[in-house]
């Protein structure tokens, strides 16, 4: 696929060059807020066209939302997305057990098909003159010599710049590259399972994600007005998954297997298992509870290749993003670069793995192995999840927002 380029917005650029590695969520993002910072980058991504279709929906929190919205972008993600005030929560025979915001008071979070997010940034890093090339894997990482950095791909093409930006995600190759003993993603004993019925019957849920604790799974569902509907299944799994096994089980396998761990549960979840005729993602889940260091020369991580959070909290594409200005205020503000990396390091490393220890403590309550604790969490979650509809407790991953106007120091 030809690599894309289009006509810049008048920037003031001062003449520093990032490469950015990845052209997911946050390589483009990132990429805009540098281009703020009167930064220069070029995207360099693996695959050699968008995966625009891949992945299939996520939750933008209202933290995530916030950064959007400095991007000029919130417009564009909402109106494509589904904004989601509240989940409501029910047992496998949708007996009603409570409610919750989601999101901070007044700013919902946005339920978005992945590739939409994706694009919708992408086409913006594209009209203000941010070159993006695909099929650029990288192989190596040269630092020093004649230029700060060089990329090296598996294409035989090469390209230098003052730093580098690893955006390549949970199984991040520029992390292998510049510290190939560092802790590597942990298993969470859970599958994420997905997908997009074609002929839901169920109604719309206005505003809403639907939560059931189903007896051997947990399950998700929105219906927007339109009837399009997205479900999600979390599933207990021992053992990490072999990566082949799960490429060679068809979507037909994981339907059946779906309706077997949910046959005991609301007809509904059948129906929208069955209705869905196209692909099922099945994805385990990992995450990164601690990285001792997050850059290295002219190297450094953002987003899931640093601090990846499994999706029990809603929270992998806004702690992304909010990296993703952090990075670009520190860059703007610290002129040392090996200063700025660390700033943005002691800026965020802290919060991070707090987002990212709550979301798998969230995953484990999911999935009840006994009768006996089923019985006691239809009984307890009415009074905990009454105690939290209204309760601030949630504000400090909610309502974080980065003024992008305030400055940094060291």
Same mark, same amino acid.
């Given at each position: 696929?030809?690599?894309?380029?289009?006509?810049?917005?008048?920037?003031?650029?001062?003449? +520093?060059?990032?490469?950015?590695?990845?052209?997911?969520?946050?390589?483009?993002?990132?990429?805009?807020?540098?281009? +703020?910072?009167?930064?220069?980058?070029?995207?360099?991504?693996?695959?050699?066209?968008?995966?625009?279709?891949?992945?299939?929906?996520?939750?933008?929190?209202?933290?995530?939302?916030?950064?959007?919205?400095?991007?000029?972008?919130?417009?564009?993600?909402?109106?494509?997305?589904?904004?989601?005030?509240?989940?409501?929560?029910?047992?496998?025979?949708? $007996?009603?057990?409570?409610?919750?915001?989601?999101?901070?008071?007044?700013?919902?979070?946005?339920?978005?098909?992945?590739?939409?997010?994706?694009?919708?940034?992408?086409?913006?890093?594209?009209?203000?003159?941010?070159?993006?090339?695909?099929?650029? $894997?990288?192989?190596?990482?040269?630092?020093?010599?004649?230029?700060?950095?060089?990329?090296?791909?598996?294409?035989?093409?090469?390209?230098?710049?003052?730093?580098?930006?690893?955006?390549?995600?949970?199984? /991040? +190759?520029?992390?292998?590259?510049?510290?190939?003993?560092?802790?590597?993603?942990?298993?969470?004993?859970?599958?994420?399972?997905?997908?997009?019925?074609?002929?839901?019957?169920?109604?719309?849920?206005?505003?809403?994600?639907?939560?059931?604790?189903?007896?051997?799974?947990?399950?998700?569902?929105?219906?927007?007005?339109?009837?399009?509907?997205?479900?999600?299944?979390?599933?207990?799994?021992?053992?990490?998954?072999?990566?082949?096994?799960?490429?060679?089980?068809?979507?037909?396998?994981?339907?059946?297997? &779906?309706?077997?761990?949910?046959?005991?549960?609301?007809?509904?979840?059948?129906?929208?298992?069955?209705?869905?005729?196209?692909?099922?993602?099945?994805?385990?889940?990992?995450?990164?509870?601690?990285?001792?260091?997050?850059?290295?020369?002219?190297?450094?991580?953002?987003?899931?290749?640093?601090?990846?959070?499994?999706?029990?909290?809603?929270?992998?594409?806004?702690?992304?993003?909010?990296?993703?200005?952090? &990075?670009?205020?520190? &860059?703007?503000?610290?002129?040392?670069?090996?200063?700025?990396?660390?700033?943005?390091?002691?800026?965020?490393?802290?919060?991070?793995?707090?987002?990212?220890?709550? /979301?798998?403590?969230?995953?484990?309550?999911?999935?009840?192995?006994?009768?006996?604790?089923?019985?006691? +969490?239809?009984?307890?979650?009415?009074?905990?999840?009454?105690?939290?509809?209204?309760?601030?407790?949630?504000?400090?991953?909610?309502?974080?927002?980065?003024?992008?106007?305030?400055?940094?120091?060291?």
């Amino acid at each position: 696929m030809e690599n894309h380029t289009s006509r810049s917005d008048e920037t003031a650029l001062t003449g +520093r060059k990032a490469l950015i590695i990845g052209c997911g969520i946050v390589g483009p993002a990132t990429a805009l807020f540098l281009r +703020r910072a009167g930064i220069n980058a070029t995207i360099y991504e693996a695959q050699s066209e968008p995966a625009d279709y891949a992945g299939l929906f996520l939750n933008t929190a209202a933290n995530g939302v916030s950064v959007l919205k400095t991007l000029g972008l919130e417009g564009a993600v909402s109106a494509q997305g589904f904004p989601a005030r509240r989940m409501v929560f029910a047992n496998g025979s949708l $007996k009603h057990l409570g409610e919750v915001r989601n999101g901070a008071e007044g700013h919902p979070g946005v339920v978005i098909k992945r590739g939409l997010l994706t694009r919708t940034i992408r086409d913006e890093a594209l009209r203000q003159g941010i070159p993006v090339q695909f099929g650029k $894997k990288l192989k190596e990482i040269r630092i020093g010599g004649a230029h700060p950095v060089t990329a090296c791909f598996a294409d035989g093409t090469e390209a230098t710049g003052d730093f580098l930006v690893g955006c390549d995600g949970i199984h /991040s +190759r520029t992390r292998q590259l510049i510290f190939p003993h560092a802790p590597q993603p942990s298993y969470t004993g859970m599958l994420s399972c997905g997908g997009m019925p074609q002929d839901a019957t169920a109604p719309p849920t206005p505003g809403t994600m639907q939560m059931i604790f189903g007896k051997q799974a947990f399950f998700g569902y929105l219906v927007k007005p339109t009837g399009e509907a997205y479900w999600f299944s979390n599933v207990a799994w021992p053992g990490e998954p072999d990566r082949e096994a799960f490429r060679a089980t068809t979507s037909e396998e994981w339907r059946q297997r &779906l309706l077997a761990l949910h046959r005991d549960d609301a007809p509904l979840i059948a129906q929208m298992i069955r209705a869905t005729t196209g692909e099922i993602g099945v994805y385990p889940i990992y995450d990164i509870p601690s990285q001792p260091a997050w850059h290295k020369g002219p190297v450094v991580l953002v987003g899931d290749a640093v601090h990846a959070v499994s999706p029990h909290a809603g929270q992998g594409a806004s702690m992304a993003l909010e990296d993703a200005i952090v &990075l670009a205020k520190c &860059l703007r503000d610290i002129p040392d670069l090996a200063q700025a990396f660390a700033r943005y390091q002691a800026l965020r490393r802290g919060r991070a793995e707090k987002v990212v220890a709550a /979301s798998r403590r969230t995953g484990q309550t999911k999935v009840a192995s006994t009768a006996m604790a089923r019985w006691c +969490r239809d009984l307890l979650m009415p009074v905990f999840l009454g105690l939290f509809a209204n309760s601030r407790s949630n504000d400090w991953v909610y309502s974080y927002t980065v003024p992008w106007d305030e400055k940094v120091s060291v």
